[in-house]
């Protein structure tokens, strides 16, 4: 089941995140996140009128993804970033794709035009992710980020939702 996350989520949620920040490139954050600290950026989130959903298996939380703006200034209101991130134990199962649809659906119905999502490079599963939803590589940055001793590449892939 997809549905939106509630604040009782955050502690599965950070699990989640940490799992990737701990032992990946995939995130550039080097310091696992409280289950206080998730549940701030899940109430920014839904504060800012965004949609944050989870993917719930057998009563457990197993992924989420969410929106935010893509930038501060008003001209960019029609755009945002999205991410998604998966249980370790749960990936290549169809989850990223229900929630990805989900969450372009709800964006499309708020009137979002241009949906970026960044990706730590190379992740082919997560470019072919964002690829099936039509998403286009836009940008390549290369070495943009350090972690582990290694600098990693990030490129944003693209869509749109609305003419």
């Not at 604040?7 to 701990?22: F, R």
Request: aromatic residues 12%; neutral net charge; proline residues 2%.
């Amino acid at each position: 089941m997809i549905r939106k996350a509630k604040t009782s989520d955050a502690a599965k949620i950070a699990s989640i995140y940490n799992h990737y920040v701990k032992n990946t490139y995939i995130t550039f954050e080097v310091d696992p996140v409280s289950e206080e600290g998730m549940l701030g950026r899940i109430e920014e989130c839904l504060s800012n009128k965004f949609p944050w959903l989870v993917a719930e298996y057998e009563n457990v939380v197993v992924g989420y993804c969410y929106a935010s703006k893509w930038k501060g200034r008003c001209a960019y209101q029609h755009s945002v970033e999205a991410t998604v991130y998966l249980d370790a134990s749960t990936t290549s199962q169809g989850w990223g794709s229900k929630l990805y649809a989900e969450l372009l659906r709800k964006l499309a119905e708020m009137n979002v035009h241009a949906v970026i999502c960044g990706i730590a490079l190379p992740n082919a599963a997560s470019v072919a992710l964002h690829e099936k939803f039509g998403m286009e590589k836009v940008a390549h940055f290369k070495e943009v980020g350090r972690k582990f001793g290694c600098w990693v590449d990030v490129g944003y892939w693209q869509c749109l939702l609305r003419d």
